[in-house]
């Protein structure tokens, strides 16, 4: 069951989030933060950092790492959606993959397992939400933007992934993208549970990357995703 709120009670609550951001805090005071916890108090979100240990995922030009990239944006999500009230799970916490300390494995057994440790984490967690955080790369370098991907293996995924689509274009300012159901992606195949995959933008832009190696751009990445879990939960569209 999802509790509605009106959509200008949750505009309220964007505008003292934001200011509070600009200000380097993210706490939220006040009736707005009664808005907060009531939505995301209590739901458990799995938040899965793509890639570590032997696969790096995507580099860009710059140098900034897809693994590295997503870790730091799976962190700032964990601690601001710990701060109303959710309990989060990583799947990872460091640069390291789930295939376990096997030095015989190839890389791409070493990924068969680590996507199979990570699904059962998440099936052992139960959670309300699974959120797995990566970056684009495309050899044009012209294209950019964020994008979220879902599976319908769950009914509620496409409104989580516009949701989350519809948070990351009001607060990066930084996309046009629609949600996609064109993806392979094994944790989103085993979901029993809304789930997306979101890239978070490109690391073969050259803007896009500066824009992601920039800890407030990340602040605002995190903060997106946390306002497309409200949306999700208070029943916007
Ligand atoms: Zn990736």
Not at 4 to 26: D, E, I
Not at 112 to 136: E, F, G, K, Q, W
Not at 200 to 210: A, D, M
């Amino acid at each position: 069951m999802e509790r509605a709120l009106p959509p200008s009670t949750v505009l309220l609550v964007l505008v003292v989030a934001l200011a509070s951001a600009a200000a380097r805090s993210w706490v939220v005071q006040g009736s707005a933060m009664e808005v907060l916890a009531g939505c995301l108090e209590g739901r458990v979100v799995v938040v899965d950092p793509g890639h570590g240990g032997v696969d790096p995922g995507a580099t860009g030009k710059g140098g900034l790492i897809e693994s590295d990239l997503v870790l730091d944006i799976a962190r700032r999500v964990k601690s601001l959606l710990e701060e109303m009230g959710c309990r989060v799970v990583l799947t990872r916490d460091g640069d390291y993959d789930l295939a376990g300390d096997n030095p015989s494995l190839s890389l791409s057994q070493r990924k068969v397992l680590d996507m199979r440790a990570r699904a059962a984490l998440v099936a052992s967690t139960a959670p309300d939400v699974l959120l797995s955080i990566h970056a684009n790369s495309f050899p044009a370098p012209r294209w950019f933007g964020a994008q979220c991907f879902y599976r319908p293996t769950h009914p509620a995924s496409a409104h989580l992934a516009a949701c989350l689509q519809r948070a990351l274009a009001e607060v990066t300012r930084n996309t046009h993208r629609r949600p996609s159901s064109n993806v392979e992606h094994y944790l989103l195949e085993t979901a029993t549970m809304p789930a997306c995959t979101v890239e978070v933008g490109f690391l073969s832009n050259p803007h896009e990357e500066r824009l992601l190696a920039d800890a407030g751009y990340r602040d605002r990445v995190a903060w997106a995703l946390v306002l497309g879990l409200i949306y999700f939960f208070s029943g916007q569209r």
